[in-house]
Every structure is written in C-alpha cells, then in structure tokens.
C-alpha cells in the first residue's frame, strides 16, 4: 500500500483586530501524518508538529473566521511549507522503523534475570 498523507490542524490563533478586521487568522498549529500498511497487514506510523505564519489578508478577500473551512486551512499551509520534504521525510522515518539501523541491547555485564517456577506437590 502507498503510503497515506492526513492533515491535522491543532489550533488556530488569531489577532483580535488589525486594519478594521476581527479575529484574523494568523498562526496554525498542524499535524502532518503518514500511515503505511506492509504486506503483513502491520500499520507503520510517523508524524511532525509545527506552526506557520500566515500572511495578513487583504481585506478585499478576507473570509471571515466562522466561515474559514479546515481544506482553506491546509491550502495555505501546502504554500508555504516545503510539503515534499516532509512527506520524503515522514516516509524515511517509517523505512527506519522497518529496518532499524540502532537497536538498544542489555548491557553485557549486566546480570541475566532467569524465572524459575516451582510446582506445588500432588497430595
């Protein structure tokens, strides 16, 4: 399966007035994510958080913030971040989750714990 890309956007944050204009967008907090499925059916996972700017609108094409649509919100973000870097990158991490290069092991001196059971007599 091709890997999957979602939008997830956090929070919006707004200035409370500027220029006449009332609760004008100007940060977003998002999510980007990516899930792939291998072969097995297992589900590999990645994602990053960040924010971006937005530019002040003009007030000839300002939409309102009740009005402001979640697909308006990611169209403005597919401007201004570098999307295919992340996507490059989101998909690297998964590779690596596949196919670790690091792996943590117990520590060579460390002693090794052994479970012993004991059986109750038969009466």
């Known amino acids: 399966m091709a890997t999957q890309f979602t939008w997830t956007i956090n929070q919006l944050n707004c200035l409370a007035h500027i220029e006449g ?12 994510s990516a899930t792939d499925v291998d072969e097995t059916g297992k589900e590999w996972f990645s994602s990053m958080y960040g924010t971006a700017n937005v530019e002040q609108p003009n007030p000839q094409n300002f939409i309102p913030y ?10 403005w973000l597919e401007i201004v971040l570098p999307v295919a870097d992340m996507q490059a990158s989101l998909e690297q991490n998964i590779y690596l989750q596949k196919h670790p290069v690091e792996i943590t092991l117990p520590l060579p001196w460390a002693p090794t714990t052994t479970t012993t059971t004991t059986q109750a007599p038969l009466v």
């Open 21 to 32: 204009l009332q609760d004008v967008i100007n940060v977003i907090h998002w999510t980007y």
């Open 66 to 75: 009740a009005d402001v649509t979640e697909e308006q919100v990611i169209s």
